[in-house]
């Protein structure tokens, strides 16, 4: 196969008219992405180098060379799309262990690789199933997300990540084990860096998400919908060279803790870095120390106008120290920026990558087989935008707003979305396939090393343009609430009964019209993730929704908000699902006549008081003194009043202490209930209008529910 | 009212002819136990006598004063008879704290008790509820456990047990705070005792249990029914005497360990006790130290020739060194009787309490206040068989099968049934009512005092005629597994689902017949409680059942014995309710074709081999290694046999670690779930033939369920 001509593979488009064609098409793409693969592993001259282990945060080449293979045939088996392994043992030992671990993670396991030579013929067999899928699996355009054209995609989209992450690994092998050939070649354009300046950036409304109707394969973690408004603000024209970075270098930065952050510092104290990682020092002809940098084929003089490749935390200390010798750093803060301002730039350059005829920087493996000149590629003024190395962001990657995950990859994205990954954009030269399309995002530990730098921009001191992260809920308390409250949209309940917050709801609002009581205000204690609070607020008034905990509320107020709630629920063992809603999942509008707070139902603030009705659901046995409560309720209502409890008395010494509890004990010697204790402290100032036995379900996981049957009273103020 | 008078009182029958003489009937005895009571208070000379506490295992007198009447207000509220309470305070300071406690517990908490004259005032309020409740109760008859009347006897025999603890803390007050008046005097002939002997006893079927007809009042442990086979036996002729007893104290009994039990030597330990609690030493004329006894009214020379008073563990001392004393110890045993022997020596009186013309021995508060000597009441050529002090059996106290708690007394027997509480037979010169009947069974704790002594037996060494305990159950998890599989009798399933024990075998016998599968041997694994093995034995020629835990087959074995099983299962918070069922309730043979064994799946002995079915139920997730069990199972089945999972696949780190989870992970990076893993192991051997989901419910308490949808899967032995 012709290496070159592989260089310019696009990703096939989802629609088309021809079947015969798009099979055409993929198989094609499938073929340039597995033969510039083996073309990249083919710059490696000994076999032995394969078992090496250049990056100790990574496994060794061998791991990779088989990994990409094994992961079609481990996904096309997961999909059902065929029955059978080609070698076992192979996709099990290639198959976890892709992704970065933390910096001091060395990982010491040991593993029975096999041969390079053992790896080429799986390859080999892998290829013709794959090929031989494509010429015969069921095909209907345009591919969906469900299809097994899908998962060829995915597999060979999933290549080219590690076509780039293969050559970061392949960067830190000793030469001697590279052997240069002509497709891969080096930049030779080296010299003096320009001075970089800030120009300004317009700022305006930016819309986040690859459209579900787009027609190019993207990885979960494109889809959804966010907006964000941005600021004008300024950015560097070039990214920043290591002719830029060597002055923070000379400034003794590296030694200079307070540009760091602590995570920086603790690398910093880890690494002993003194500089940036494909940088070394090496003896001149004066048998003076100089800078040189490591390129994946060579090893040049520093080439000063190239971009400087570093890690999140060595940008962010550049940044941090950029601001220390500016004058103006009071109002105006020079920092990395977001994936939101970076979507700004993104403006200046027209086109996507299947729209191109020749990609407008150095990227897609187009260029060169490394980094180039920072003012060799403009767009509109401006330079790198994309490609050359990629940028470095201060952003986090979370999912956008409808989010959801691919049920063949679920833990592609979803582990990374935890706060510890930052966004990179833009791409590098090796950068292909949907790495280098607009709406891809991948992420990194800050720590980590790709063919990464950045540039900087500088604005206005403030909040910075991030859309608010949206982690998802993975207390198993809080997500069960959240599930049995909102999860029925998308998952069948296991029995025939009203939805719980709807037996609430109905009850309190048959009340009120059974016994004439106004609507104005009401207040919901234990409140907790909201339902009722939002169903009752199209009845009152004016909704004061209580609950003690603020992990709970949270949720209720995010909801108010208009915002989507994600959380995660058991489905077996330790396997998860993954939600996320809104209200207008459930037809409910995000009232404003609710007031979320905290609150202690036992020490309730004398503010909550003149309500119609007052709704305790599940309050009194998770409050430490139900009769404190109970002895004083009556004080918060008006005239003729209701007062609903929601228990099932459950008392629990890890809560209630026992001398509070109201019943489920023995209290002088005789068994009182829980419902004799709460209508002992009731009836002195309310009558027992009716009681009723409702039935809630609670999900654990896949297949146990908790099935109880709590108790309603209904009393109105005598 | 003529104390004199009420020494004769018996109780009343429940059935009669006529309403209004039964209303007489039961106002009289009410009265009699009630003036009986105070009659013995009136005693005390000094009120402030009331708050001294002689036993300080006991609360005060005045507590025993206002307890007997608080007791009938706390059971008529309780059992919604009355609404209102008389005093609150004192109802719930003289409710709790009758029972002893261990005998190192000293209780120092501090009780703000009423004044004497409060606690007279009350007595006479209840006095008029009681009375005027009587006169204008609803009554049929006979008298119900369930009725009004029923707990009017209740509090009076009630009141009928405190007129003789009571009797034995004013037993250990200072002389100087009690006045002998007539009605209770002590016997005044004392002098040398008869030498005693061992008498025969002929063996016989001794049947056990107040017949549920019978005609009057009983406490809950009398109910029931169980048998026993006693062989021959000799018992003393007389109790033991002072005299006898005198010898083991001069053999320096209580300095030598050999005699007691552990339980013994630890209370020796603590108490320092040299001679029996109511004998103590003053100086004669001679000013020699001689044996004295405290009687409840005076202080005599130790009167030889009555019954010593005893705890249990002194007792069984004197009879270890009474062996030690024979020459014929290797092969007969001294010991005290068991209740079966007790009731074997019973058959020597005729008829009972409410047929007696005149007690037939110091009983029933007829004779004297206080013991007399051991040869004054015969009986057939034994004597004090019933009457003058308790006496002490080797017998702990539990329920017959069949017991059931009364439920507005749900405590007054269960917590004895614990091993530590031993039966007293027989009662003394002060019991009267129940306590003085022949199917009374009063028990407590070894060390603790009463007006009891002992008689011996000799028996042939080897098993004691005594009923095999059956306490009962109070594992969570096994009562949960007992309600599910048998509770559903007593209490109504939350879901109109078929019994999931059904479920199963419904399945298992369709299978075997559409499949047409041999039906001469079946193996269970995880037979638990072994619902499921009870069916199946009605369809196999043979059922191995089998679990890992002999703590669920115990119970199966037991039922297969035709024993009811008790366990208890929460209620609300900490109240309890109590089951009790065996297989004659579900119409289930106790089939002798099933061998319970203890088993352990991951490693099955080779022997269980050559089923037609294997069952698994829950028994993979059980297992520390299911892969290991089904990748040999198909050696276990004959030709064609069925393989029937049942699982939920939750797999949990306690039992199993998770590589040996089959699913509910990720395995190589991909999720497998439960079935997947099974049916990866199984191919190789089985086909699938069907499967289908269950549905199971657990009962936690009286709101709360576990609902879960097992798994079924068929396979057959290829």
């Known amino acids: 196969m012709d290496v070159s001509k592989t260089k310019q593979a696009k ?51 061998i791991f990779y060379f088989g990994h990409t293979a094994s992961f079609y045939i481990n996904k096309l088996l997961l999909g059902k799309f065929i029955s059978e392994r080609i070698n076992g ?15 001091d993670d060395l990982n010491s396991e040991h593993y029975d690789w096999p041969s390079v030579d053992e790896v080429r013929d799986y390859r080999q067999q892998v290829a013709e199933l794959i090929e031989n899928l494509i010429d015969n699996m069921p095909l209907s355009l345009p ?84 907006q964000l408004n941005v600021n004008d603000f300024y950015t560097s024209k070039y990214l920043v060279s290591n002719q830029e970075y060597l002055a923070f270098i000379e400034a003794k930065g590296y030694q200079q803790n307070d540009y760091w952050s602590e995570e920086g510092q603790q690398w910093l104290a880890f690494t002993k870095a003194t500089m940036p990682r494909f940088w070394f020092k090496k003896a001149n002809n004066n048998n003076e120390e100089v800078y040189w940098q490591r390129n994946l084929l060579n090893e040049i003089p520093l080439p000063l106008n190239w971009p400087v490749e570093v890690n999140h935390l060595e940008a962010s200390a550049f940044c941090h120290w950029k601001n220390s010798e500016s004058t103006n750093n009071e109002k105006q803060l020079i920092r990395l920026p977001t994936e939101a301002e970076w979507f700004c730039l993104r403006e200046n350059v027209a086109g996507d990558l299947t729209t191109w005829q020749k990609a407008p920087g150095n990227i897609n493996n187009e260029g060169y087989a490394s980094s180039c ?34 049920p063949l990859y679920d833990d592609f994205s979803i582990p990374t979305f935890d706060g510890k990954h930052n966004l990179i954009k833009g791409g590098s030269w090796v950068s292909s396939g949907n790495e280098a399309m607009k709406y891809s995002r991948y992420a990194f530990r800050r720590h980590f090393f790709q063919h990464a730098g950045f540039r900087y921009v500088q604005s206005q001191r403030g909040v910075l343009p991030n859309l608010a992260a949206n982690h998802y809920e993975n207390d198993t308390g809080i997500c069960q609430q959240l599930h049995a409250q909102y999860g029925e949209a998308k998952s069948a309940m296991p029995l025939a009964v009203k939805h719980y917050s709807q037996q ?18 009401c207040l919901v204690l234990g409140c907790g993730v909201g339902r009722t609070s939002f169903v009752l607020a199209q009845h009152f008034n004016q909704i004061d929704a209580v609950d003690f905990s603020a992990r709970y509320i949270r949720h209720g107020v995010h909801l108010q908000q208009g915002k989507s709630v994600r959380y995660t629920l058991a489905n077996e063992g330790d396997i998860v699902d993954f939600y996320e809603f809104n209200l207008t999942d459930f037809d409910l ?52 009043g209701l007062l609903i409890i929601v228990s099932s008395y459950d008392f629990d010494e890890q809560q209630t202490s026992k001398e509070n509890w109201l019943g489920g004990l023995k209290i002088n010697g005789e068994n009182v209930t829980g419902f004799e204790g709460l209508s002992l402290a009731l009836t002195p100032h309310f009558n027992l209008l009716k009681q009723q036995q409702l039935t809630r379900t609670i999900k654990i996981n896949r297949r146990n529910f908790m099935l109880s049957f709590p108790h309603l009273s209904v009393w109105q103020l005598k």
Not at 504 to 521: F, H, K, P, W
């Open 373 to 406: 000149p920072v003012d060799q590629f403009e767009h509109n003024g401006f330079f790198d935008i994309i490609g050359n190395v990629w940028q470095w962001t201060e952003s986090t990657i979370d999912g956008f707003n409808g989010f959801d995950v691919h």
């Open 504 to 521: 609430i709801t109905d009850e309190l609002l048959a009340c009120i019209n059974e016994y004439q009581v106004a609507t104005n205000t």
């Open 589 to 640: 509008p995000c009232s404003e006549n609710i007031l979320f707070s905290q609150g202690d139902v036992s020490n309730l603030k004398g503010v909550f008081k003149g309500y119609d009705v007052i709704l305790a659901q599940h309050a009194l046995e998770q409050s430490y003194d139900p009769r404190a409560f109970l002895q004083e309720v009556n004080s918060r209502l008006n005239a003729k």
């Open 143 to 226: 591919i969906t997300q469900d299809s097994l054209a899908w998962i060829i995609l995915m597999g060979c989209e999933h290549e080219r990540i590690h076509i780039e992450t293969s050559s970061v690994i392949m960067r830190m092998l000793p030469l001697q084990y590279l052997t240069a050939v002509a497709p891969w070649s080096t930049c030779q354009n080296t010299g003096k860096a320009p001075t970089n300046e800030l120009l300004p950036i317009k700022g305006r409304l930016v819309e986040f998400g690859k459209p579900a109707s787009d027609d190019t394969f993207g990885w979960d973690n494109e889809y959804g919908y966010d």
């Open 89 to 103: 043992k192979l996709e099990a030992i290639c198959a976890v262990g892709v992704d970065e671990m933390s910096w």
């Open 11 to 61: 990703p096939p488009l989802l629609n088309g008219a021809s079947i015969s064609e798009k099979r055409t098409e993929l198989k094609n793409y499938f073929k340039q992405t597995w033969a510039e693969y083996e073309s990249l592993f083919s710059l490696i001259n000994d076999d032995s180098a394969y078992f090496l282990r250049p990056e100790h945060l990574r496994h060794p080449l």
